[in-house]
């Protein structure tokens, strides 16, 4: 599967019995050969597929598994604008600023805050990542300016 947009010429085999075709509810994510489970990714393509695998043997069932292929990693800011160039006396707080973190991303390091005593705090949710920067300004002079 792949784990960011699908790759140009990239695929995923689905395999079982021969009593089974194999069928899917999202024509834009590429090819499904209905006989082999074969699924050629369409370049580019991030979603949500449901394959189905239906047997025309005996029980005739079906089952279906969702597949997801996250989009590419994004990187934004979802704090206020004024959140990235504060001016503060020494011991006040900043305000937070916060960004988020979508697609195929699993995490992110912030560079450039530890000279400053900042921290960052990462968490997750769901394939969703948020960092806020937040602390003290504990140093007459100490500046940051963060587009």
């Known amino acids: 599967m792949p784990n960011c947009p699908a790759g140009s010429a990239e695929t995923t085999q689905f395999s ?13 994510a590429g090819t499904l050969n209905s006989v082999t489970g074969l699924v050629t990714w369409s370049t580019g393509w991030s979603g949500t597929v449901v394959i189905t695998a239906t047997s025309f043997g005996c029980g005739g069932g079906s089952i279906s598994r ?18 990235t160039n504060q001016s503060l006396c020494i011991g006040g707080n900043i305000t937070a600023i916060k960004y988020k973190i979508l697609g195929g991303a699993t995490g992110a390091d912030v560079t450039g ?25 504990a140093d007459a002079g100490d500046i940051h300016i963060d587009n």
């Open 113 to 137: 805050i530890d000279d400053l005593n900042l921290f960052e705090q990462l968490t997750s949710e769901n394939q969703v990542d948020r960092f806020v920067i937040a602390g003290l300004m």
């Open 66 to 83: 969702t597949v997801i292929v996250p989009d590419s990693p994004s990187f934004t800011r979802i704090s206020g604008s004024a959140t």
């Open 16 to 28: 079982s019995s021969s009593n089974v075709t194999w069928s899917w509810n999202n024509e834009s």
